[in-house]
């Protein structure tokens, strides 16, 4: 039996890269893809933490972020050729539940994942159902593919607001969905944009990015700064954290009428939040949860040339060194880690 390399978690905080059987089309709507790259997510993060902060079943390949090749199809697939490039939507939905049937299956509580509950992206080869597929152009690289799906999260976190150039912005976390907010909001045209990470090289990372001012929260008054830099307060703050304390402090950098989208998510986290604050200045706080018939609008903006999500890129590893990845990224050494299972492509 042919074996290919994978990062397998094995529950408590455990990922051992190692062989493990190619996987083998089993049902005709199924397709064998060579996966070209993927990003490591938060998600990821949280999955490895211990207690963990999100779920993933022991004995699955983790990587939710991933494109391919198509390397063979099912007798049942008419839309895709071995060859063709492709991105895959990580999270399969039921199709049946109320939320699938009222427009809102990205909440589908039956759903399962790629690279959670099924084997996902950190290996060479993962068998996905034809139709959680979608076409990649060509002439899109492949540190960019990796990153559709995050790409897909942001933008559905960007429907939830009104934005206009003129509004005063801050982001919390300049991790990899932080800094592809950076990204998405500069293209917005937003021309006031701060961000809150404690980290000096995500800071700086941030400011390559497009912001215009970057605030370390362990030794700076965040209110403070933005009164002297702006004479005033946010229309918009983007949680991309999602520990609890900036929830706690978000909430006091809002102008009235402002509004507070919460994009981060540790199951371990807790806020406190005085609803005064909230009802006696009318605030607006939404929260977005994964990517929803947002993945070609991403695909597109993908294709943009002054995008430049590319600079949200720290390191890029081989598979073997995952764990590296990981490690920078919990130092917060790394902004965004691009894995390649089947050797470094760009």
């Known amino acids: 039996m042919s074996t290919m390399l ?18 083998q089309i089993t049902h005709p709507d199924e397709v064998l893809i060579r996966v070209g790259a993927a990003s490591i997510c938060g998600s990821d993060l949280h999955v490895l933490h211990v207690p963990p902060g999100q779920h993933a079943e022991p004995g699955v390949i983790l990587g939710h972020e991933f494109f391919g090749y198509v390397e063979e199809t099912g007798s049942g ?29 990205n909440l589908c509580p039956n759903a399962v994942i790629y690279g959670q509950q099924l084997n ?23 540190c960019l593919a990796a990153q559709t799906e995050p790409l897909a999260c942001v933008l559905n976190g960007m429907k939830k607001l009104t934005v206009t150039p003129s509004d005063h912005v801050l982001v ?22 701060a961000v809150c990470e404690m980290s000096a090289m995500r800071r700086q990372k941030a400011l390559d990015c497009g912001a215009d001012i970057a605030i370390d929260p362990s030794c ?63 605030l607006s706080i939404r929260g977005t949860y994964c990517a929803h018939n947002t993945f070609p609008a991403a695909i597109n903006l993908l294709q943009t040339p002054d995008f430049g999500l590319e600079r949200i890129i720290s390191h890029k590893v081989e598979l073997k060194d995952i764990q590296r990845g990981i490690t920078m990224l ?9 894995v390649y299972p089947n050797g470094i492509v760009d």
């Open 6 to 23: 994978a990062a397998v978690f094995e529950g408590n905080g455990i990922l051992n890269v190692k062989e493990v059987p190619k996987p």
């Open 77 to 105: 697939v008419q839309r895709f050729r071995p060859g063709d490039k492709v991105v895959v939507d990580n999270i399969m939905k039921c199709h049946t539940c109320r939320y699938c049937t009222t427009g809102m299956d």
């Open 120 to 142: 996902g992206g950190f290996a060479q080869y993962c068998v996905v159902k034809a139709a959680q597929l979608m076409d990649m152009p060509k002439e899109v690289p492949a």
């Open 172 to 193: 919390f976390g300049m991790g990899p969905i932080g800094l592809t907010f950076v990204r998405v909001l500069k293209l917005y045209g937003v021309k006031n944009l």
């Open 220 to 282: 700076e008054d965040a209110a403070a700064v933005l009164r002297e830099q702006w004479g005033g307060l946010c229309e918009i703050v983007i949680d991309a954290v999602g520990v609890g304390a900036a929830f706690s402090q978000a909430v006091h950098l809002l102008n009235c009428g402002g509004q507070l989208l919460i994009f981060g998510q540790n199951a371990n986290a807790m806020s406190q939040v005085p609803p005064a604050v909230i009802v006696r200045n009318e």
């Open 330 to 338: 919990n130092s917060q050494e790394a902004s965004r880690v691009i």
